[in-house]
């Protein structure tokens, strides 16, 4: 896990992004001059090139600047990113319900029409017609309280 190239860069910002020992990374490569850690506190480029790599020191304060504003933003857009899909399913679930001529109620319809127009004419008989909207009940056709209405009779 470095910054040597930007195909472990990318790699190292993605372990960083999962929260998966960023802690450690971010401490390693804050490190300065240690018994353990041989640095150059200032390096030129021939000191990279008998090295064969990166060899100056790091800086906590810029290691913990930096990883801790990652950390914060990526954790933001993948937190709005989850919030925005559960946000857009539950729209377009409730858009489905309120609709008012959905798939369930096209089906409902079709079989009712069907029970009054079996050789699927188009037409009903206008004598059906009520019979046809008790058939259907609400929200497309007429319930039982209408039956007892006193407009009705």
Not at 73 to 94: C, Q
Not at 99 to 118: E, R, T, V, Y
Request: charged share 15%.
């Amino acid at each position: 896990m470095n910054f040597t190239n930007p195909l472990n860069a990318f790699f190292t910002l993605i372990v960083v992004a999962t929260g998966e020992s960023f802690s450690d990374i971010m401490d390693v490569l804050g490190q300065s001059q240690t018994p353990h850690n041989h640095c150059v506190e200032e390096p030129k480029f021939s000191d990279f090139q008998k090295a064969g790599m990166p060899v100056g020191c790091g800086s906590y304060m810029l290691s913990y600047a930096f990883f801790g504003a990652f950390v914060i933003l990526v954790n933001f857009v993948f937190l709005n990113l989850f919030v925005a899909i559960i946000l857009n399913g539950y729209f377009e679930t409730t858009d489905k319900e309120s609709q008012a001529m959905n798939s369930d109620m096209l089906g409902i319809f079709k079989d009712a029409w069907s029970a009054f127009d079996p050789d699927a004419t188009g037409f009903i008989k206008i004598h059906y017609f009520a019979d046809f909207m008790f058939e259907l009940q609400p929200p497309l056709g007429w319930g039982e309280s209408f039956k007892k209405s006193p407009k009705r009779q």
